[in-house]
């Protein structure tokens, strides 16, 4: 499956951004997917993960403020962020495994196939 993410930009301290992320092919329904970002000199962590049922997990210091969404007819994840600080300020990537578990939603390694990530910018 190929990934490509899109949707990032500047924003000011307290906006939103919704991010997409776009696959190919026509088994998308069958795979978990994930949220990452990585920021200059830091590595990549996990942000948020949506399961094939729609089950999600989120990382504790985006709770309340993300959230995840798939549109399996459009073979499209979303990611929602609300109340955007400038911590979050990363290059966001987008990840899929094929009919990945909730319990593993946070590991890198759970995801076979990553987008090229798109930058999200949060001016103080």
């Known amino acids: 499956v190929q990934l490509q993410a899109f949707g990032g930009g500047l924003v000011q301290a307290g906006g939103s951004l919704r991010l997409s992320c776009a696959a190919s092919g026509r088994t998308f329904s069958t795979y978990t997917m994930g949220w990452f970002r990585q920021a200059p000199g830091k590595e990549r962590e996990f942000v948020a993960g949506i399961t094939t049922s729609g089950g999600t997990d989120y990382a504790d210091s985006v709770k309340g403020r993300f959230t995840a969404s798939r549109e399996n007819a459009k073979n499209t994840v979303y990611l929602q962020m609300n109340s955007l600080k400038p911590e979050d300020t990363a290059v966001y990537y987008c990840?899929?495994?094929?009919?990945?578990?909730?319990?593993?939603?946070?590991?890198?390694?759970?995801?076979?196939?990553w987008g090229q990530g798109t930058l999200v910018t949060v001016s103080s």
């Open positions: 990840a899929a495994d094929r009919g990945g578990s909730i319990l593993y939603l946070h590991r890198v390694s759970t995801y076979d196939y």
